[in-house]
């Protein structure tokens, strides 16, 4: 089992910044890529970014040049970066793990609880 918490959100200005945090913890795990989703009121959820272990990104065309994905591999912990944040960013940030279960031998999938971000105009 992969327990993942996080962290950063709040209430900024549009043009403003946040950075959010999401550390995985457990045991017998290790990370293929983590990301963020997030989910507007009345919205589906959608995908903000990923990044592989070895560094790879991917970002959505909403976000992308404004906001940046990071990990610190050792802390097992994925990191975004947002700025220039427009009132449509609004949403509550989901973090999300692929990871390999080392005592299964089998890849699974993990979400966190989520993290309120509001922008406000």
């Known amino acids: 089992q992969v327990q993942l918490v996080e962290s950063g959100g709040g209430l900024v200005q549009a043009g403003g910044s946040l950075k959010l945090s999401c550390a995985a913890s457990g045991r017998l795990f290790r990370i293929n890529s983590m990301g963020w989703h997030r989910q507007a009121p009345g919205k589906q959820r959608e995908l903000v970014a990923t990044i592989t272990s070895g560094g790879s990104t991917d970002y959505a065309d909403s976000v992308k040049g404004r906001f940046t994905i990071s990990r610190d591999n050792a802390k097992k912990t994925v990191y975004l970066q947002m700025n220039s944040l427009k009132p449509e960013d609004t949403a509550v940030y989901y973090c999300?793990?692929?990871?390999?279960?080392?005592?299964?031998?089998?890849?699974?999938?993990?979400w966190g609880q989520g993290t309120q971000v509001t922008v406000s105009s």
């Open positions: 999300n793990a692929d990871v390999w279960r080392l005592d299964i031998l089998r890849s699974s999938n993990y």
